[in-house]
Structures are given as C-alpha cells and as structure tokens.
C-alpha cells in the first residue's frame, strides 16, 4: 500500500502547485489568447515531465538522461517560482490591507495591472534565482583549502594532505566526463590521502560502470577510501562496494587501516544502513577495536550526526558529507533538523569534523548558496 499511497500524494501535491502557478501567472494576469493557452499548456507539459522523471528514474541512463535534465531542472526553479510568487502574494495581501485601512476605493483595473507586475516580477526573480542556481551546479568545482591543526601529530612533523570528495553522485546527469576532470584535478593536487565519503553513486553498477571508470586512476600515496552513504544503498551497495575493490579504492566498512606516515584513516557504514539488512550497519566500536590510540585517527563516516560517537571512541578527525551544505538555499536550514552541522569545520568535545558541501549534486541540476567543492585538507601539529 505505501506506493499507492505516496503516487495519490505526489500527483495531488504536483497538481495543486501548478493549479496555483496557473492561476496566478495565467488567470489572474488576464493573459490574451493564445498566450494564456499556451502558458497553461506550458505548465501542463512542465508538470507531466515531474511524472516521466519519477518513473524514469529508475530506467537505463542513456533513456532517463534527457527526460530527468527537463524534469530535474523544472523541479528546481518549480521550487523558486513558488517562493516568489507565494511572496508577491504576501506583498498583494499588504496593499490591499493598505487600501483597506485608508479606505481606498476598489478599482479593478489597477488591481489587474498591479497583479500583472508582481506576476511577472515574480517569474523574473524566479528564473534568476534558478539561472544562478544553475550556473553555480555547472560551473567547475573548487578546490577549497582547509587546515586542521590535531594535538596528536607531534609539531613540526611534516603535513598530511588528505583530498575530500563527498555526494558526488554519479547518475543520469552527471557522467563520465565530469568524473574524468574530477579525477584529474585530484591528481593534481598530489594528496597523500584521497577520501570518498558517500554517496558516489545514484544508479547500478551495470549501468554506471562507465562513467565511474576513471575513479581508477585516481593516485594517492598512502591510497584512495571510500565509505557507503545512503545513495549506494538505493543502488545497490554490495554490487558497488565489490565494483569500487576492483577499481583499487579501498572500502573501508567499519575497520581501520594504518597508514605509514603515522595516521590510522578508519571508515564505517552509513547510518541508515541497518535497515537494508545484511551484515550493513555504522559500529564505530568495531572500527576503532585493537588500535593504537597514541596515532591519531582520522575517521570517514558520511553523515555528520556520526559525530558523537567518534568523539565516544577518540577519533582525532571525522569527515562526512551527505548535507550538501543546503544545496539550494533556504533547505540549509532544514537540513538542521536531522544534522547537527552543516558544512565547514567543527569542533565536538575534542573532536575535529569537517563537513563537505558536496562534489555534485542531487536531483535539480542548481546550487544556490552553497558551491560544491573539492575539499584540500592539510593536517598539521597542534601550533603548526
């Protein structure tokens, strides 16, 4: 029952938002045939493709691709749209509160103009928030800098790079070639450590075996790791924890590894993983059990709330992904009511946490407040 039922929402909760998209871009600015049709047979066609991209989505890439940027893109300036004109709603409702209470006569005729400028307003401030939102996802990632000072390197000793790349997902609209540039900056920046946390993949490894080929060539002196997020276990995450072995990434699943220049990097299962039964499920114990707790350890958990049982168990550095950092702005503040960091550095108790933005993106092809990055990280001694 808990598909029918999510179908009956998602048709009756698409078509109530374009109703009242169409009534106040279309009806209510009195628009001349056949501009109206055609501005309701816009949103029709718009709303439709909402509905071919959640039954494509589960479709062969080369068919979901195109149909997924009409329906991804849409999605997000749907998203803009209704926060400007739910907005000019409020400012009508003020002028009319206005004219009310300085008992303005009605006239319709200004009612009528002043609703088509706040119409169109709206449609322009919409778009331009979702044009930039765009630019931002598409652009090239950055490489953001971020030192971490750790008490436990001794002072002096020589820095550790560790590059951090997080929710990349690899999927119908971010492929191969995005993976190949990926994977050349990262060599280019000549890390010690590389660092996958999460969420690298929103498909099947048949399927995107292709575009997540050149992970393979990724060069790290002390090795590439990488971590299960939610994504992997929506895409099958045996198949790709097996795919990713293969490649020479090393999937660390609840254990710890030592590294020769004197860090341990420990990895666990994403938080949500328990559910997908198996042997899958986060065991912060059994990852930092035998070790020696004079190294430092550097710990790769995809969601940040993994955070307080790191700080439990001595982990030096914890590093997570998974918030996007908001991805579209205002969700960085609803991302808060399931994380307890966002994105940036943290300090918990004695416990170092960087959270990633994010390398990709997710579903609409728009960032809007919080650019992807490639995170550089260099640990240094405390006062180093």
């Known amino acids: 029952m808990r598909y029918p039922v999510f179908l009956a929402v998602f048709v009756a909760l698409v078509g109530l938002v374009h109703y009242y998209l169409w009534m106040r871009l279309v009806r209510d600015t009195a628009i001349p045939h056949p501009w109206s049709i055609a501005g309701g047979a816009l949103l029709s066609f718009l709303g439709v493709s909402l509905f071919a991209s959640a039954l494509a989505i589960r479709g062969p890439r080369a068919v979901a691709a195109p149909i997924l940027w009409v329906g991804y893109t849409w999605l997000g300036l749907v998203f803009f749209l209704l926060l400007t004109v739910a907005g000019a709603d409020l400012l009508k409702l003020g002028v009319r509160a206005y004219e009310a209470l300085r008992a303005v006569p009605v006239d319709e005729e200004r009612r009528l103009t002043l609703g088509r400028i706040f119409a169109a307003g709206s449609v322009v401030a919409g778009v331009s928030a979702g044009g930039a939102g765009m630019a931002s996802a598409l652009s090239r990632v950055e490489v953001k800098k971020v030192k971490v000072e750790l008490a ?156 307080v049982g790191a700080a439990a168990h001595g982990v030096a550095l914890q590093l997570s992904g998974h918030t996007h950092g908001g991805q579209i702005f205002p969700f960085n503040f609803l991302v808060r009511l399931q994380q307890p960091y966002i994105a940036g550095l943290y300090d918990h108790e004695k416990t170092k946490l960087y959270v990633s933005r994010g390398t990709g993106y997710w579903g609409p092809p728009m960032r809007l407040g919080a650019p992807a990055e490639i995170t550089e990280i260099e640990l240094v001694g405390a006062g180093g």
């Open 152 to 307: 436990a390197l001794a002072r002096g000793a020589a820095p550790l790079k560790i590059v951090q790349i997080s929710d990349v997902h690899i999927g119908p609209t971010i492929g191969r070639d995005f993976i190949a540039d990926l994977v050349a900056r990262i060599n280019a920046l000549e890390p010690d450590v590389v660092a996958i946390t999460g969420d690298l993949v929103d498909g099947s490894v048949e399927d995107l075996a292709e575009h997540a080929a050149p992970l393979g060539h990724i060069k790290a002196k002390h090795g590439v790791f990488f971590v299960t997020g939610n994504h992997e276990y929506y895409s099958g995450a045996d198949a790709w924890i097996a795919h990713l072995t293969k490649l020479g990434i090393r999937v660390l699943r609840n254990e710890h590894v030592q590294l020769g220049c004197g860090v341990d990097v420990a990895g666990v299962d994403d938080w949500s993983a328990k559910q997908f039964g198996g042997d899958h499920g986060p065991d912060i114990e059994r990852a930092t059990r035998g070790r020696d707790a004079s190294r430092p350890l550097v710990l790769l958990a995809h969601q940040p709330r993994a955070i």
